[in-house]
């Protein structure tokens, strides 16, 4: 791998394969999800009614 700058350079050793690329893919979809998808995943609140609660503890009511 290259890696360019303006104040310099140089060259790095990194390993490819099918592996690291199948990775790659799942990161891409991942970004995909984070930049644009996850904002239709959720609706508008629903409302619900209020619900009593009617559970008692041993020995005394709520």
Known sequence: MVHAR???GKVVPAR???DLFDVF???????????DLKRG??????P???VEDTRTR???SA
């Open 6 to 8: 303006p104040e310099g």
């Open 16 to 18: 490819l394969g099918d």
């Open 48 to 50: 619900i009614a209020p």
């Open 58 to 60: 041993r020995g005394r």
């Open 25 to 35: 893919l799942a990161l891409l979809k991942v970004y995909e999800y984070e930049k």
């Open 41 to 46: 995943v959720l609706g508008a609140d629903l």
